[in-house]
């Protein structure tokens, strides 16, 4: 598992660094970076339900495969905020916590808003034991009428709750 953290993170320092220097030259990315796009966001949806099966192990090998197709989608269209998002939950469901960290502040430069990013970033501080950065998260999603508010402060309450 370190092994891998190292060659995850590597990798997201060499991308990172191409993805601040190169444009958006090139041929066709915005197909490209789509399909992988999709591709990734269809394996988190399959592992999210084996994850609820308990099946973790298989889980973790659909986060893995995810990753790999996210990396390649930012690659060609970087600094998407949905793919920035998702870059961020695959790691963060690896465990990779500081690079998932790192994935979630960068869409939230571009999107300070983002229902996703602010909601997995607040989970992210619940697993690290940063409740008041949590709450911060909550409290920008707390006008927002949707699903992530109450998902996120329903952790965040579990948490609270598992304390005492």
């Given amino acids: 598992m370190k092994k891998n953290f190292i060659l995850i993170f590597i990798f997201y320092l060499i991308l990172t660094g ?6 958006t030259s090139g041929s066709g990315g915005s197909d490209d970076s789509s399909s992988n796009y999709d591709k990734g966001s269809s394996l988190i949806k399959r592992a999210k339900k084996l994850e609820k099966k308990g099946k973790v192990e298989k889980a973790n090998k659909r986060y893995e495969k995810a990753l790999e197709y996210l990396i390649k989608s930012n690659k060609k269209k970087p600094n998407q ?32 808003k983002h229902n996703g990013i602010n909601e997995y970033l607040g989970e992210l501080y619940v697993n690290t034991n940063r409740i008041g950065l949590a709450n911060e998260r909550l409290e920008v999603l707390k006008n ?17 709750q ?3």
């Fill in 18 to 23: 191409f993805s601040h220097s190169a444009g």
């Fill in 81 to 112: 905020p949905n793919t920035l998002n998702y870059l961020g939950f695959t790691n963060r469901k690896l465990g990779n916590y500081e690079i998932a960290e790192k994935y979630y502040l960068d869409g939230l430069k571009i999107d300070p």
């Fill in 144 to 160: 927002c009428n949707c699903e992530e508010y109450n998902e996120l402060k329903e952790i965040i309450e579990g948490k609270k």
């Fill in 162 to 164: 598992s304390k005492y």
